[in-house]
């Protein structure tokens, strides 16, 4: 059993920054496949980054050079460095975590944040 806590999100302007965090508990958090995913109303919840247990990382093309997942197993804290942010970016963006093999498929994580909004204005 996983508890995932999301933080950071707030209002930006276009070309600000956002750090987000996202904290574990339950299990062994090296052991975990962690992702940042959003989802703007009205549309289906879409990949955004994660990073695997052994520290690789993958991100989504939409965010790729702007973005920066990292992860702190000492801490159990997964952040999401966000940088040169879009009014597309906005989105309330969830934290979710699997056991096993990575994923960039919402429907294959079962564990989940609350989720922290974040808001880019133009």
């Known amino acids: 059993q996983v508890q995932l806590a999301e933080s950071g999100g707030g209002l930006v302007q276009a070309g600000g920054s956002l750090r987000l965090s996202c904290a574990a508990s339950?299990?062994?958090?090296?052991?975990?496949?962690v992702g940042w995913f959003r989802q703007a109303p009205g549309k289906e919840r879409e990949f955004v980054a994660t990073?695997?247990?052994?520290?690789?990382?993958v991100y989504a093309d939409s965010v790729k050079g702007r973005f920066t997942i990292s992860r702190d197993n000492a801490k159990n804290t997964v952040y999401l460095q966000m940088n040169s942010l879009k009014p597309e970016d906005t989105a309330l963006y969830y934290c979710?975590?699997?056991?096993?093999?990575?994923?960039?498929?919402?429907?294959?994580?079962?564990?989940w944040g609350q989720g922290t909004q974040v808001t880019v204005s133009s």
């Open positions: 979710a975590a699997k056991v096993g093999s990575w994923s960039a498929s919402y429907k294959t994580y079962n564990y």
């Open positions: 339950g299990r062994t958090f090296s052991s975990l496949v």
């Open positions: 990073v695997r247990n052994s520290g690789i990382t």
